[in-house]
């Protein structure tokens, strides 16, 4: 019991401990005042101090007069009275402060103590080799990875089905050159959001003349309503900022209005400005979509709703932050996107392409969208805890690459291993913190967070543990473990998307070349994590030598796909051929 209530004073943090020093005040005040009535013989105080005691729910009336008669009996007698008013009650209000303020502290003391001393520390700096070795990137592995990804792609693109990259063909034809010129929109939808915009290109020397967007949320019931419906929304939204066209926006005479449409869900392709839906993720059901051709489906809700406009290229988020990147500088080759998911895309010789399908056209070049959250290699650092994570995942098997470092993931990662150190090791004293057990619930900017933290005694560590996991008290040791963690995660992935690159420039003959490379990325896990991005240049630096990696740059265009749309309808517009 006496224990119990130690622990639990013990779990305070600062603001709780104020808050109960002004419990511990305001009672004394109360016992002080009571035991004044007592000795002026005031019974009716003694009555409503009863009542006031049964409204609170103390049931033991007879207990709490019990300890305040025993109070009452030692205060000091009605001569002195005077002096304990006017003297002594500030006098005493102030040390029974001070010596509550100690005892709380003493008491935190003696629980995070207890807590250490609980701690199976050997079990700890086990625990934690095991995830790190398991999670080993050195130079070789990331060298055989890189190799590995590499002959992957090759497989895929022999034949579908070759690899576990499916490598799919985007029927990109002509990448934006900055020549371009016109009025060009875009539409982009990849989750609750989506986003449309209108750009207005002047070519070569004006390049982007003018740009607005606007940004939408999707009702939840069009989620999983009628395609009809939703489709129909969007069309409204476009008819809507359609309409807003102001009179710098110039669509040449005869030209239709065209759209360049980024759908970030897994779509069959069989043109630029066609493709059917194999399936709906991130939170959307809508059972008569999948199996048709959304851009059909959009351009008969464009019809109904009034809007006089071509979709001419359906895109994936990737290869629209690759064209994005590409209309700025000719360098560019890759995509990448680093967010909740990942995915990479570049730009590949249709001539290395085997499975082209016959009969159809050939462009000298084309984007390869490798769905690389998919790759697959006995070369991984893969461990326990990452393949109890996929067990529970929703699509155990697949993304077994993603499923190492993406934004979705990484925070489960850490999660994951904080409950083994909690279950084999009593991290938390023998305790299992209520949610550490509940998936998802540290995110990854929660680790990111962490990671940051650079204060000596880690507050912001205890601050975020204490809100995904109810943890009051954190002893630094387990603060610095915890740190630890989050520090060989976030190494494991930046390492992985370093030797993921390496392949892709391995592939376009681009590796250690003297020549000028530039991966167009966007995603929230790059933007947001400094240390990730960090370890992700030195692993570049690490397998590529100071002057190769000299030559990749990495270019953060944020939310570029929708612009990269616009620009890919801009490529292959119609308007642009008749011209
Ligand atoms: P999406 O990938 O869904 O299109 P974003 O590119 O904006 O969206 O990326 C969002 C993801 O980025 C989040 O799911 C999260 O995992 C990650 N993220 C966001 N903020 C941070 C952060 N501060 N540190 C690390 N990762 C972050
Ligand atoms: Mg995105």
Known sequence: ????????????????????????????IDIHNWAISVRRDDTTKRKQRQRVWRVMGLLDTDAWLMLYEGVAASWPTLEEREVVENVGKAGVAVALFVCTALLCAVAAMVVKKQMQKNVNWGRVQATIKEFRD??????QRLQKLAADMHTEMIAGLAKDGGSKL????????????????????GLDLGGTN??????????KDKRIVKQEHEVVSIPPRLMIGSNEDLFDYIAQVLAKFVAKEGNDCKLAPGHKRELGFTFSFPVSQQSIDSGTLVKWTKGFAIAETVGKDVVKELQAAMVRQKVDMRVAALVNDTTGTLAGGRYRNDDVMMGLILGTGSNACYVEQTSAIPKWPSGLPKPEITVINMEWGNFWSSHLPKTKVDDDLDADSVNPGDQAFEKLFSGMYLGDIVRRVILKLAQDACLFGGSIPKNLTSPFVLRTPDVSGMH??????????????????????????????????????????????AAGIVGILRKIGREGKDVRTVVGMDGGLYEHYPKFRGCLHEALGELLGKEGSANVVIELSKDGSGLGAA??????SVNLQKA
């Open 1 to 28: 019991m006496a224990t119990t209530h130690l622990y639990s004073l013990g779990c305070v943090s600062v603001y709780e401990l104020k808050g109960l020093v002004l419990v511990y005040m305001v009672w004394f």
């Open 134 to 139: 398991g999670c080993a990137t050195p130079l």
């Open 452 to 497: 940051a933290d650079e204060s000596a005694d880690l507050k912001e560590v205890a601050k975020v543990i204490k809100a995904a996991f109810g943890v009051r008290s954190l002893p630094v040791e387990t603060r610095k473990v915890i740190i630890e963690i989050c520090d060989i995660a976030a190494q494991r992935g930046a390492r992985l998307v």
């Open 567 to 572: 620009l890919l309808a801009a490529s292959h």
């Open 194 to 203: 989506f986003r449309v915009l209108r750009v207005q290109l002047g070519g």
């Open 166 to 185: 499916k490598m799919l063909l985007s029927f990109v034809e002509k990448l934006p050159s900055g020549n371009e010129s016109g009025l060009f929109y």
